[in-house]
């Protein structure tokens, strides 16, 4: 039978805010453990939680960004659940009352452009971290717990089932990822843990109107490993059904270096989280000009950015696609526009070298040693001769990884090109002293030749020979022997 | 005339004129807590180095001639729900004890700053659950006005340590009566104030939307002075109330002329003690002479929330106990594993009532029970503040009993469903965060206490104290003391 697979998404994405959700720790990565808390994110007896207002603008912002309504009521609800890395045995978070709902994102694939609806979006706190002697917390022989992460703002963001494969999945959480970039409200970075996503994967047979049960499968700490886990539940669910037997609903956790799920609970011994209204803080009342002025805060987004990109820099749509999916490289692109004209040759280097060595050294793109406005004086030097493409190729490559500038490089290594007549006559001279044969090839009309010798030329001159003066020279030359 | 007798304003005025020093005063207190409290039993810990220490600070000021607020000096109790920085805060729990919290609740931060001194913490029912203080993990405490007896709950240390004067004042909490009933049974006057007059912060959490702090004394002039300096708004508590606070000692002067009172006729009747009824028409008559307009009315839903509050409260409780699991702090009882370790210290550290009230409220907010139980309790909150808000569109306050009974026998109070319905007269303030005020008026047959309480429309404490200013002032029912020699 044939099946069509039908995907939903939970992204959890952490807020890029100064302070913790409710109480004034610092958010930052990387303290020793258990040193940004307060008895507040402790839990401790007697002590409440306090909103900090700037989680409810980073999440409105990031609901505006991705087409939702928000809630002008909206309330907080308690998670009630025992684990030792949740400090009051309860998760601050929304139930029934969102702050935002019913948005979605459009997206394109080979097979065309398609609208994924967004279902809602609420904040909550994070949990702590367990760090387990053992391997899990049921064979470990004692536990450590750091809460520096406890009361970390997250957003919820639930998308609708809409998805039908792997690659709209990916397309979804891509364009997903930008746009949350582009609001600045995260980092959204996934492999760093601050954007999280849970997918929803069921089957049904084609042409079938009821959805088939679906599983929930957590874990996912890359976009690969979001793809990779696509296609094993859908196999996995298709043996199922194959064979004859049923998928149940149920929670399945991703092991990343054995490629498979596991099950971790089912359904019955997962929901009951006796949710009810937070009593110690009061509904959130959201006016519509403070909206307003959330949404007029706003940046352009990445669709926006795509189309000013081609329609006034004159980029090619794939172009212009590949640079919006990131926000830092859009920044980067508009800051070298801004000192340099041609934005289909920053374009290019973006596109080549830039990516090339950022995906090889693993490097985060806003931690980039190279600056904007050095990247523009690089292009302006190739431009007027100064050097040459190939060793602006080498240039770059130093300026990448130091940050000095291109004019310094050059002086200081020598790699101005050589366009002086008397110094490349006497490289010509001794190229074709040493080369009779191809000499005699070009006499004899062999065009071929003439590339040879001018490779040889560039060759001697370690790259730094201004190719068209050479080729000027040595047909000279060759034509007066 | 004995000093530990006397009010705080009473005392301010012999501090100020230098006929008794801080220190003195501390000492005859902390004296009194040495010689009687094994008879009342009301402290669980005795602060009396912090405490010497606060009243020597306040004789310096005065020695220096600089001006002291009403509370300077003058000796009081806590709670033990109430976080103090680095004394043991236990909610009367096995759960806690030890608890040493490294903050001071709100509450206490004001105090601090009013040169207060703290004689200690004293006994409740494990975390505010109960009605006799006989909840408490660690002992019970006794009525002053007979050791037979209960000093009501949950605040029985509090009420117990004002009316034997082992402290001048006291504060309190009060989720369901917990301020109120006990006041009433010890014969001194307790408030409930609104619901978010008073920071939470730093009051270990029972039931959160219903929790409130409030004062216990030995008049009414005192409540006002105290209500002065703890109530306010604070950024720490997203329920307190961002407004205007009076000064509470203005209104208590002003005739209660042209008052209007209510008399709700669910309040009398059926189940409540004929002695405490007759006090309360007593007080009722009194005002009208006094020449307030008295008349019976109605909150035709009182019956129903009692069983509303038994799941609101549960529900909160049964979350807001989830955190004393043995992972942070206080009690941890070593098991194999991490689930058993939460189960066994759970099971150990918490008393049979906070069990049964954690087991009601995970049961009420259960998904399938959640519409049918925490929803409709949550319904017929609504009505019985409606009820209220009507009646206080007719009337300035209303006047009921503070409890049905005067204080209940010790050691034959096992039927929680009896128990619980000590609480019927106080609970439906807490449901509507209204403000409540018990008044001691008169004795019942046995000598023992009867408080009348005096409800108001939210934040007008001031209008609460003005009557019950007028009663105290125009009668001598409302300042007794327990028979010295039958009580301790
Ligand atoms: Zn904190």
């Given at each position: 039978?044939?099946?069509?697979?039908?995907?939903?998404?939970?992204?959890?994405?952490?807020?890029?805010?100064?302070?913790?959700?409710?109480?004034?720790?610092?958010?930052?990565?990387?303290?020793?453990?258990?040193?940004?808390?307060?008895?507040?994110?402790?839990?401790?007896?007697?002590?409440?939680?306090?909103?900090?207002?700037?989680?409810?603008?980073?999440?409105?912002?990031?609901?505006?960004?991705?087409?939702?309504?928000?809630?002008?009521?909206?309330?907080?609800?308690?998670?009630?659940?025992?684990?030792?890395?949740?400090?009051?045995?309860?998760?601050?978070s929304q139930f029934d009352l969102p702050i935002c709902k019913n948005g979605y994102i459009d997206i394109e694939t080979d097979k065309g452009k398609k609208r994924i609806g967004i279902t809602r979006i609420h904040m909550e706190e994070d949990a702590g971290k367990l760090v387990h002697q053992g391997n899990t917390i049921t064979?470990?022989?004692?536990?450590?717990?750091?809460?520096?992460?406890?009361?970390?703002?997250?957003?919820?963001?639930?998308?609708?089932?809409?998805?039908?494969?792997?690659?709209?999945?990916?397309?979804?959480?891509?364009?997903?990822?930008?746009?949350?970039?582009?609001?600045?409200?995260?980092?959204?970075?996934?492999?760093?843990?601050?954007?999280?996503?849970?997918?929803?994967?069921?089957?049904?047979?084609?042409?079938?109107?009821?959805?088939?049960?679906?599983?929930?499968?957590?874990?996912?700490?890359?976009?690969?490993?979001?793809?990779?886990?696509?296609?094993?539940?859908?196999?996995?669910?298709?043996?199922?059904?194959?064979?004859?037997?049923?998928?149940?609903?149920?929670?399945?956790?991703?092991?990343?270096?054995?490629?498979?799920?596991?099950?971790?609970?089912?359904?019955?011994?997962?929901?009951?989280?006796?949710?009810?209204?937070?009593?110690?803080?009061?509904?959130?009342?959201?006016?519509?000009?403070?909206?307003?002025?959330?949404?007029?805060?706003?940046?352009?987004?990445?669709?926006?950015?795509?189309?000013?990109?081609?329609?006034?820099?004159?980029?090619?749509?794939?172009?212009?696609?590949?640079?919006?999916?990131?926000?830092?490289?859009?920044?980067?692109?508009?800051?070298?526009?801004?000192?340099?004209?041609?934005?289909?040759?920053?374009?290019?280097?973006?596109?080549?070298?830039?990516?090339?060595?950022?995906?090889?050294?693993?490097?985060?793109?806003?931690?980039?040693?190279?600056?904007?406005?050095?990247?523009?004086?690089?292009?302006?030097?190739?431009?007027?001769?100064?050097?040459?493409?190939?060793?602006?190729?080498?240039?770059?490559?130093?300026?990448?990884?130091?940050?000095?500038?291109?004019?310094?490089?050059?002086?200081?290594?020598?790699?101005?090109?050589?366009?002086?007549?008397?110094?490349?006559?006497?490289?010509?001279?001794?190229?074709?002293?040493?080369?009779?044969?191809?000499?005699?090839?070009?006499?004899?009309?062999?065009?071929?030749?003439?590339?040879?010798?001018?490779?040889?030329?560039?060759?001697?001159?370690?790259?730094?020979?201004?190719?068209?003066?050479?080729?000027?020279?040595?047909?000279?030359?060759?034509?007066?022997? | 005339?004995?000093?530990?007798?006397?009010?705080?304003?009473?005392?301010?005025?012999?501090?100020?004129?230098?006929?008794?020093?801080?220190?003195?005063?501390?000492?005859?207190?902390?004296?009194?807590?040495?010689?009687?409290?094994?008879?009342?039993?009301?402290?669980?810990?005795?602060?009396?180095?912090?405490?010497?220490?606060?009243?020597?600070?306040?004789?310096?000021?005065?020695?220096?001639?600089?001006?002291?607020?009403?509370?300077?000096?003058?000796?009081?109790?806590?709670?033990?729900?109430?976080?103090?920085?680095?004394?043991?805060?236990?909610?009367?729990?096995?759960?806690?004890?030890?608890?040493?919290?490294?903050?001071?609740?709100?509450?206490?931060?004001?105090?601090?700053?009013?040169?207060?001194?703290?004689?200690?913490?004293?006994?409740?029912?494990?975390?505010?659950?109960?009605?006799?203080?006989?909840?408490?993990?660690?002992?019970?405490?006794?009525?002053?006005?007979?050791?037979?007896?209960?000093?009501?709950?949950?605040?029985?240390?509090?009420?117990?340590?004002?009316?034997?004067?082992?402290?001048?004042?006291s504060l309190g909490s009060d989720t369901g009566g917990s301020i109120r009933q006990p006041a009433a049974f010890c014969g001194v006057i307790g408030l409930k104030p609104t619901y978010g007059a008073v920071s939470r912060f730093g009051l270990i959490a029972f039931a959160s939307s219903l929790d409130q702090i409030g004062p216990?004394?030995?008049?009414?002039?005192?409540?006002?002075?105290?209500?002065?300096?703890?109530?306010?708004?604070?950024?720490?508590?997203?329920?307190?109330?961002?407004?205007?606070?009076?000064?509470?000692?203005?209104?208590?002067?002003?005739?209660?002329?042209?008052?209007?009172?209510?008399?709700?006729?669910?309040?009398?009747?059926?189940?409540?003690?004929?002695?405490?009824?007759?006090?309360?028409?007593?007080?009722?008559?009194?005002?009208?002479?006094?020449?307030?307009?008295?008349?019976e009315c109605s909150l035709p839903h009182t019956r129903y929330a009692m069983p509303a509050y038994y799941l609101i409260a549960p529900a909160e409780a049964s979350s807001n106990l989830g955190r004393y699991d043995g992972v942070r702090y206080g009690l941890r009882v070593q098991a194999k594993d991490v689930a058993s370790m939460?189960?066994?210290?759970?099971?150990?550290?918490?008393?049979?009532?906070?069990?049964?009230?954690?087991?009601?409220?995970?049961?009420?907010?259960?998904?399938?029970?959640?519409?049918?139980?925490?929803?409709?309790?949550?319904?017929?909150?609504?009505?019985?503040?409606?009820?209220?808000?009507?009646?206080?569109?007719?009337?300035?306050?209303?006047?009921?009993?503070?409890?049905?009974?005067?204080?209940?026998?010790?050691?034959?109070?096992?039927?929680?469903?009896?128990?619980?319905?000590?609480?019927?007269?106080?609970?439906?303030?807490?449901?509507?965060?209204?403000?409540?005020?018990?008044?001691?008026?008169?004795?019942?047959?046995?000598?023992?206490?009867?408080?009348?309480?005096?409800?108001?429309?939210?934040?007008?404490?001031?209008?609460?104290?003005?009557?019950?200013?007028?009663?105290?002032?125009?009668?001598?029912?409302?300042?007794?003391?327990?028979?010295?020699?039958?009580?301790?």
């Amino acid at each position: 039978m044939d099946y069509e697979v039908v995907i939903g998404c939970e992204v959890h994405v952490e807020l890029k805010t100064k302070t913790k959700i409710f109480c004034s720790c610092p958010t930052d990565f990387g303290g020793e453990p258990n040193t940004h808390v307060c008895p507040v994110c402790l839990g401790l007896p007697g002590t409440l939680p306090v909103l900090n207002k700037k989680v409810l603008e980073y999440a409105i912002k990031a609901g505006l960004a991705l087409n939702c309504e928000i809630a002008q009521f909206s309330k907080f609800d308690r998670k009630n659940y025992f684990y030792p890395d949740l400090t009051k045995a309860y998760q601050i978070s929304q139930f029934d009352l969102p702050i935002c709902k019913n948005g979605y994102i459009d997206i394109e694939t080979d097979k065309g452009k398609k609208r994924i609806g967004i279902t809602r979006i609420h904040m909550e706190e994070d949990a702590g971290k367990l760090v387990h002697q053992g391997n899990t917390i049921t064979t470990s022989a004692g536990s450590l717990v750091d809460y520096n992460r406890a009361g970390v703002p997250l957003i919820e963001i639930v998308s609708e089932p809409d998805m039908r494969s792997a690659e709209e999945v990916v397309e979804f959480l891509n364009s997903l990822k930008a746009i949350i970039e582009y609001t600045g409200v995260s980092d959204a970075r996934m492999e760093q843990g601050s954007l999280r996503c849970d997918v929803n994967l069921s089957l049904r047979p084609v042409g079938q109107i009821e959805f088939g049960t679906r599983a929930e499968i957590k874990n996912l700490n890359s976009f690969r490993s979001v793809e990779r886990v696509i296609q094993y539940e859908i196999d996995r669910q298709v043996d199922i059904l194959e064979s004859g037997g049923k998928v149940i609903q149920e929670t399945r956790t991703w092991d990343e270096s054995k490629g498979r799920t596991y099950s971790l609970r089912s359904k019955e011994d997962s929901d009951e989280y006796r949710y009810f209204p937070e009593p110690d803080l009061p509904p959130v009342i959201v006016m519509e000009d403070y909206i307003e002025k959330l949404r007029a805060e706003l940046p352009e987004m990445p669709k926006e950015k795509r189309r000013r990109m081609i329609e006034k820099d004159g980029l090619p749509e794939y172009d212009a696609g590949i640079i919006t999916a990131s926000k830092a490289l859009v920044d980067f692109y508009d800051a070298v526009h801004t000192h340099y004209g041609d934005a289909k040759k920053i374009s290019n280097w973006i596109m080549g070298e830039l990516l090339a060595k950022v995906n090889a050294e693993g490097i985060e793109l806003n931690a980039l040693k190279i600056q904007p406005e050095q990247m523009a004086a690089l292009l302006k030097l190739v431009d007027s001769g100064e050097i040459s493409g190939k060793i602006a190729k080498k240039v770059f490559a130093e300026m990448f990884e130091t940050g000095n500038n291109p004019g310094d490089i050059i002086k200081k290594q020598g790699l101005m090109q050589i366009s002086d007549e008397t110094a490349l006559k006497t490289m010509i001279e001794q190229v074709v002293e040493t080369n009779p044969k191809s000499v005699e090839d070009y006499k004899a009309g062999k065009t071929k030749a003439l590339g040879f010798l001018v490779g040889q030329i560039m060759k001697q001159s370690r790259g730094q020979a201004n190719p068209a003066v050479i080729n000027r020279l040595l047909v000279e030359k060759l034509n007066s022997m | 005339m004995t000093i530990s007798r006397l009010t705080i304003h009473e005392l301010h005025e012999l501090l100020i004129k230098k006929e008794i020093s801080a220190t003195e005063l501390t000492k005859e207190h902390l004296d009194r807590i040495r010689r009687l409290d094994s008879n009342v039993k009301a402290y669980i810990t005795v602060t009396d180095e912090l405490a010497l220490k606060q009243a020597e600070a306040v004789d310096k000021k005065l020695a220096a001639g600089e001006k002291i607020g009403m509370l300077a000096g003058i000796p009081m109790s806590v709670k033990d729900n109430l976080c103090t920085e680095g004394i043991q805060t236990s909610c009367a729990s096995r759960m806690l004890e030890g608890f040493k919290p490294q903050y001071n609740a709100t509450v206490l931060e004001k105090l601090k700053a009013e040169d207060f001194v703290m004689l200690g913490k004293v006994n409740m029912d494990e975390f505010a659950m109960g009605s006799t203080t006989e909840n408490s993990a660690f002992f019970h405490t006794r009525n002053p006005w007979n050791p037979d007896c209960v000093p009501g709950g949950s605040s029985g240390g509090s009420a117990a340590s004002v009316a034997a004067d082992l402290a001048v004042y006291s504060l309190g909490s009060d989720t369901g009566g917990s301020i109120r009933q006990p006041a009433a049974f010890c014969g001194v006057i307790g408030l409930k104030p609104t619901y978010g007059a008073v920071s939470r912060f730093g009051l270990i959490a029972f039931a959160s939307s219903l929790d409130q702090i409030g004062p216990l004394a030995k008049d009414v002039t005192d409540i006002a002075l105290i209500m002065n300096a703890i109530s306010g708004y604070d950024k720490k508590d997203s329920t307190s109330a961002n407004c205007n606070y009076p000064d509470y000692t203005a209104s208590l002067n002003k005739s209660i002329k042209g008052m209007r009172i209510g008399l709700p006729k669910e309040y009398l009747g059926e189940g409540i003690d004929s002695d405490v009824e007759a006090q309360v028409l007593a007080a009722a008559s009194k005002l009208e002479d006094l020449g307030a307009h008295v008349e019976e009315c109605s909150l035709p839903h009182t019956r129903y929330a009692m069983p509303a509050y038994y799941l609101i409260a549960p529900a909160e409780a049964s979350s807001n106990l989830g955190r004393y699991d043995g992972v942070r702090y206080g009690l941890r009882v070593q098991a194999k594993d991490v689930a058993s370790m939460f189960c066994e210290t759970r099971k150990q550290g918490f008393g049979p009532e906070v069990k049964r009230r954690i087991m009601l409220g995970t049961y009420a907010l259960s998904s399938g029970y959640y519409d049918a139980y925490y929803l409709k309790a949550l319904k017929v909150r609504n009505l019985v503040k409606q009820d209220y808000d009507k009646a206080f569109t007719q009337y300035d306050c209303l006047i009921t009993p503070t409890a049905p009974t005067t204080a209940l026998r010790k050691g034959n109070n096992q039927n929680p469903l009896t128990l619980y319905k000590s609480d019927i007269c106080t609970i439906p303030t807490n449901l509507a965060g209204i403000p409540g005020l018990s008044l001691p008026y008169g004795v019942d047959r046995n000598g023992m206490p009867i408080g009348v309480q005096l409800l108001g429309k939210a934040f007008t404490e001031p209008a609460l104290l003005q009557v019950a200013y007028s009663l105290e002032q125009n009668t001598s029912l409302t300042r007794l003391k327990p028979n010295q020699g039958k009580g301790i």
